[in-house]
């Protein structure tokens, strides 16, 4: 027989504490705090090197890993809450590399960059690189609870943002006027990868199918709160360096394949 722990904090206190005495202080979400990416786990990614301090025994190689929590799983539910596109500019690998900025998608950037034959690159006269980036900001749902999180797709990925994107525009609900598109954090999908390659390589690439309609209250109120942060710039998440993610066949080629 289990006794009762009469010293057991109520929840009820917890709850009103985390009002106004959480312990966080002057904690800024945007500038103190890691949003987690969503990443593809390739056959090069050092979380599959044993030589490497990022190493994880079990990971596999088309696992999503994230960043902050750097736990790598088949296949995650997410509620999609906003969504971006960037032209983020680069500094070559070759010169240190490293994040220069994230321009906007009407800046213009593009057209005063030219495209490398050679590597397929967009490269601004000063050397600099420009990525064509999908931000999608999501909450990950996992054991009842939820986490913030970002995925970003680039090169061959942004036709799975654009399908994405086009999922979420195809859903409707009933409501007391007739139909009507919703919120996109008022479903959920799954996010997993599949397989892909051509003729310079292969690689994992995401898979993104419909889920279900969102129905707990408060997963769904969460959902509109880090929509309307996202949206506002209060939180946002630093972009992450493109990785090459497979080596073409042909060993005379000196070109790299960008995820």
Partial sequence: MNKKNNNAVDVAVIAEDSKTASGFGALNLARDTAIPYISILQSGS????PSKAEY???AKAGQLYNTVTQEAVSELKVIPVFYHLRYVEWKPREQGGGFIASHSADSGVLGRAARDPMTNKYVLENGNHIVQTAYHYVLVLNNGGYQNAVISMAS??????RRWNSLMLSQKIKG????FTPPTYAFTYKLSTVSESNDRGSWFGFQVEKGEQVTDSSIYNEGKLFSTA???GAIE?????????AKPQTPESNVDIPF
């Fill in 230 to 232: 996202a949206s506002s």
């Fill in 176 to 179: 007391p006027s007739g139909m």
């Fill in 46 to 49: 050092p979380q599959l090197n």
């Fill in 237 to 245: 998440a630093k972009p992450e360096e493109p990785k090459v993610i």
């Fill in 156 to 161: 061959s990925q942004l036709k799975k943002s």
């Fill in 56 to 58: 994880i025994e079990t």
